[in-house]
Nanobody, 120 residues
Framework: QVQLAESGGGVVQAGGSLRLSCASR????????RGWYRQAPGKERELVAT???????RYADSAKGRFVISEDHDKDEIYLLMNSLKPEDTAVYYC??????????????WGQGTQVTVSS
């Protein structure tokens, strides 16, 4: 069982920056990846950025060049530094951990989400 807790959301003006944090609790044998997803009102949840067990990162096109995902293994936390924020980045941001499952290969844990609002 993995518990995820996000923090760092808030209201920021367009062009500003925010840093989201996600603390993880619980033991897992193998993690496929960790990452950030977001869901804007009336839209489906979408990938923002992930970091795989080998450190490989992946970004949505909308995040490339502006967002940076990182992790601290000692603290068991991941972060999302968001720069040059735009009003269209407004959404609830969710922390995700994709854990290796022997039957399906993948099981996803989710945090409760943190609201990010970018004002124009």
């Amino acid at each position: 069982q993995v518990q995820l807790a996000e923090s760092g959301g808030g209201v920021v003006q367009a062009g500003g920056s925010l840093r989201l944090s996600c603390a993880s609790r619980g033991f897992v044998v193998r993690i496929n990846s960790r990452g950030w997803y977001r869901q804007a009102p009336g839209k489906e949840r979408e990938l923002v950025a992930t970091i795989a067990g080998d450190g490989t990162t992946r970004y949505a096109d909308s995040a490339k060049g502006r967002f940076v995902i990182s992790e601290d293994h000692d603290k068991d936390e991941i972060y999302l530094l968001m720069n040059s924020l735009k009003p269209e980045d407004t959404a609830v941001y969710y922390c995700n951990t994709d854990v290796f499952d022997t039957l399906t290969g993948s099981y996803h844990y989710w945090g409760q989400g943190t609201q990010v609002t970018v004002s124009s």
